[in-house]
């Protein structure tokens, strides 16, 4: 028996919905490096025109709201589980929007009948 296309998209849809990804982990936000400056006289790390600055350090930005961002400063014992937390919130997006495609297909599959 041959199914029809909106059985298969539900198969598909379910197929990928049993492989999402763990959300124990996630993250919003973006890491990123800085380099900071002490601005204390004599400090070679800091020199005018000289020195790149201290770091670089890690630092978690996330959305607050009212297009503001709040940074949170990360250690580096830390900063590879941080790394996974948003790398994973990423991964579940995209797994997220596949799965929204396969309902936008449905939809515009049930709408023919």
Known sequence: ????????IIESR???AQRAPDPTIVLAGSLMSRMIR???PGCRYCEK????GHGP???LSVNAGNRRARQIPVPAHVKQE???GVRRYAE???WLKQISSLSLDLLEERKKR
């Open 92 to 94: 579940i997006q995209k």
């Open 49 to 52: 025109d000289k020195g790149k």
């Open 82 to 84: 941080v790394s996974e």
């Open 14 to 16: 379910k197929r990928l």
């Open 57 to 59: 350090i890690w630092i």
């Open 1 to 8: 028996m041959v199914k029809d296309k909106a059985e298969r």
């Open 38 to 40: 002490c601005n204390k």
